[in-house]
């Protein structure tokens, strides 16, 4: 069965830095990129980031570019986004996707996805 599950969320303050994860089961991991979205309470998901299969390969929202890094290790089977330099807009679900193609920015709705964790910038 496939499974994605997110961790590392939590409540920091603007400027603050969080490390998220994305670990995957019940596919061949290194063959899908990952892509990470989020949504924000009222608004739309936003993609934020994506990764390749082999993970040389990196595409960013303009929003995010510079701030968050994407990441992975496929010998855990987890993609990684680092978040830095954290401001208020980005208070959202965080949620990896597994993905078909890359680069494709487009959020899959049948795309498998993690239950996402919670990101909180406030001061």
């Known amino acids: 069965e496939v499974a994605l599950v997110e961790s590392g969320g939590g409540a920091v303050q603007p400027g603050g830095s969080l490390r998220l994860a994305c670990v995957a089961s019940?596919?061949?991991?290194?063959?899908?990129?990952i892509n990470w979205i989020r949504q924000a309470p009222g608004e739309e998901e936003e993609w934020v980031a994506g990764?390749?299969?082999?993970?040389?390969?990196?595409d960013y929202d303009d929003s995010v570019k510079g701030r968050f890094t994407i990441s992975r290790d496929n010998a855990k089977n987890t993609v990684y986004l680092e978040l830095n330099n954290l401001k208020t807009a980005d208070t959202a679900m965080y949620y990896c996707?597994?993905?078909?193609?890359?680069?494709?920015?487009?959020?899959?709705?049948?795309?498998?996805r993690g239950p996402g964790t919670q990101v909180t910038v406030s001061s």
């Open positions: 996707l597994r993905n078909g193609i890359f680069p494709d920015r487009e959020i899959k709705r049948g795309a498998p």
């Open positions: 019940g596919f061949r991991f290194d063959l899908y990129p």
């Open positions: 990764i390749n299969g082999d993970g040389d390969r990196t």
